[in-house]
């Protein structure tokens, strides 16, 4: 009946319920639930009052570095997602240089030792000359996916042909993340629109065609090959209503932005700091994104965390470059929609937890479960926040949600048995460690 640590008083989202009972770590894993009451422990954690929640996962950010530190690094990223009640986040290999080979791997699996503040799974970038190391690479530790560019991505890390992308797909048997616009429409496009054209003009130029080409054609090289893809980021009400129908071969990803903000108004009063692949659509869209939140059609959801210098985004069209930060305001934005009452608090669990546990074969983590790891957000839902820049961490000192009022708040954030997080303050030194995922 001794714990290394004990969360006493909290109303726990399991798998089968909502039930007011205590947790007991041991070996940074839940040991019990429903631990009695002269049960003892080394550290205790009051969570009257609040929510506790399986440790949340984002499992779509890009961190940046090897990059540019003034804009964003490994260290800044995690102490963000921790303030925000992220537990374990999943980084984008898309840096400079990018992360598609062993030794590139290796590197950043080394690099990460006592820089981050959660624990992180890591993408390997498929690209046109390494699609024969992809079955090996997938399989390495720390390994969340393969991600492929299918579109909009510089030449050196774009798959945009059939053939390479069907190569791509028979090379392993882990489900393959894919971002889904199509290139050659994108292309053709480009010549109907010119500089300095209104912040909208993103979303013209990059249609809800050109990203339902995408997945179509995605979808009909899973069908061939037999391989599992998740389609990251699905933005339009076509994608949506298509990849019903490719439950077999597909998984879903949506965007927080997608289901928050809508076109016009966003490029009106956010400029280039509404500007993202895929970009940010119209209500319709937005509609059928909760829709299909509701039916069961998205598996996880995200915040494509992209930080940019605040100067490059206020350039003009198309000189902004496109992606914004989300990985701090992810956790508060989604539990006002709960407030909302947009969806309930286990459907956001089952999106931030137990969908990218099931979907990228996640280990021991999503859901409070004894064995499993001791991850927690706890949890505010009455709590009444204005999301202020002051309260960004990441370098680049900005968000896209600057000024929301919300309801509800992540008050703490547990990784592995140890309070990284209490009340808006980051605690100890960085204790991160590899994701563990199904080879």
Avoid at 5 to 31: F, K, M, S, Y
Avoid at 144 to 164: P, Q, R, W, Y
Avoid at 256 to 284: K, S, W
Wanted: with cysteine; net charge negative; hydrophobic share 45%.
């Amino acid at each position: 009946m001794h714990y290394e640590l004990l969360i006493r008083g909290g109303t726990c989202v399991t798998p089968w319920g909502t039930e007011a009972i205590d947790l007991g770590v041991r070996d940074g894993r839940i040991a019990a639930l429903a631990v009695p009451a002269g049960a003892t422990a080394e550290a205790v954690v009051d969570a009257a009052g609040l929510h506790v929640l399986p440790g949340l996962i984002d499992s779509h950010v890009h961190l940046r570095d090897p990059g540019d530190p003034a804009v964003e690094t490994i260290e800044t990223g995690t102490r963000a997602a921790v303030l925000g009640g992220i537990a374990t986040l999943f980084d984008m290999p898309n840096t400079v240089p990018p992360i598609a080979d062993t030794e590139r791997l290796a590197w950043k699996r080394d690099y990460v030792a006592g820089r981050s503040w959660c624990d992180i799974g890591l993408y390997v970038a498929g690209t046109k000359t390494n699609l024969d190391a992809l079955a090996a690479l997938e399989r390495e530790p720390g390994v969340c996916a393969v991600k492929v560019f299918a579109g909009s991505s510089t030449a050196a890390l774009m798959i945009e042909d059939d053939v390479h992308l069907e190569r791509a797909m028979r090379a392993g048997h882990r489900r393959i993340a894919f971002h889904s616009e199509d290139e050659e429409r994108l292309q053709a496009r480009k010549p109907l629109f010119s500089r300095g054209q209104p912040y909208r003009t993103h979303m013209e130029w990059r249609d809800a065609e050109c990203a339902y080409l995408g997945t179509r054609r995605l979808m009909a090289l899973a069908r061939r090959t037999g391989r599992a893809a998740h389609i990251l980021h699905v933005s339009t009400a076509e994608e949506l209503a298509y990849l019903r129908d490719f439950r077999d071969v597909a998984t879903v990803e949506v965007l927080v932005n997608h289901l928050t903000q809508a076109a016009p108004d966003c490029y009106d009063t956010l400029g280039g700091f509404g500007v993202m692949n895929p970009p940010i659509r119209g209500e319709r869209h937005r509609a059928a994104a909760w829709a299909a939140v509701r039916d069961g059609t998205v598996d996880t959801v995200g915040s494509d965390h992209a930080p940019h210098a605040r100067a490059a985004k206020e350039q003009p069209w198309p000189d902004c470059p496109a992606g914004l930060t989300g990985v701090q305001t992810l956790v508060p934005i989604m539990l006002d929609h709960v407030a909302a009452g947009r969806l309930s608090l286990a459907r956001l669990v089952d999106l931030m937890a137990a969908g990218p546990a099931r979907v990228y074969g996640l280990v021991g983590k999503g859901r409070i479960a004894a064995g499993y790891d001791a991850d927690f957000t706890l949890v505010d839902l009455k709590a009444r926040r204005r999301i202020e820049e002051s309260w960004i961490v990441s370098p680049c000192g900005w968000t896209p949600f600057a000024g929301t009022e919300v309801v509800g708040w992540p008050i703490a954030t547990i990784v592995r048995g140890r309070p990284v997080m209490r009340d808006d303050t980051v605690l100890g030194a960085p204790i991160g460690d590899h994701a563990r995922f199904l080879a």
